[in-house]
């Protein structure tokens, strides 16, 4: 066995020291940026998560409000056109409410039948008459097609678009295009700004 003893701190060289020191700072910055960037790493996967979210998450959608409810002299709710007498001025009315989406011509001054289609961003789920025995409606993928027939008092198409979030309406009678004057939407009757008539389901804020 050797009686020769390790050399003590003292023994040693300064340099050795000052390499040890440098040493021990370079490992405690490392460590410290390891763990900084680590922070940053994971503060990025958080934030991109959370727009990934946002992106996958649906747009709320809603119909305008002069869309809403029937309009006053066309029946009560989940009445078909063949079952209403109309007390309405002669038009077109275009509405939605809890029994669908609908659209009726009241034949009278101005107006007597009426052509068309209704083209949905989306495929229709159902469209019929709202009285067969006063017209005809076939649905084909997003497109309805309508002839509403001359002489009856109250004739119309009812429709289900699933979850279109836009409908275009174009008309025709016997006598040209039907005038934006001569149709209305809603429960409150508004006339239309122009025709052809686009519904827009808007992004809700």
Do not use: C
Not at 112 to 137: K, Q
Request: no cysteine.
């Amino acid at each position: 066995m050797s009686d020769t003893s390790s050399p003590s701190d003292a023994g040693l060289p300064s340099s050795w020291n000052e390499e040890d020191a440098d040493a021990i700072r370079s490992d405690s910055k490392s460590r410290r940026w390891w763990i900084i960037g680590g922070v940053v790493v994971l503060l990025l996967a958080i934030a991109g998560g959370i727009a990934l979210s946002g992106a996958l998450e649906p747009e709320e959608r809603a119909w305008p409000e002069s869309i809403d409810g029937r309009p006053a002299g066309l029946g009560g709710e989940k009445e078909k056109a063949a079952d209403v007498t109309p007390t309405a001025d002669p038009g077109v009315y275009i509405w939605n409410s809890f029994d669908g989406w609908h659209l009726w011509v009241v034949n009278g001054d101005g107006i007597d039948g009426l052509t068309g289609t209704i083209t949905s961003s989306e495929d229709v789920v159902t469209a019929s008459s709202s009285a067969p025995d006063a017209g005809t409606v076939t649905a084909d993928g997003g497109k309805i097609t309508f002839d509403l027939a001359a002489g009856s008092t109250l004739a119309g198409v009812d429709f289900d678009p699933g979850f279109a979030k836009k409908l275009t309406f174009t008309f025709e009678t016997a006598d040209g295009e039907v005038k934006a004057t001569q149709v209305f939407t809603g429960s409150d009757s508004e006339p239309v700004d122009a025709v052809p008539v686009t519904i827009d389901k808007a992004v809700v804020d």
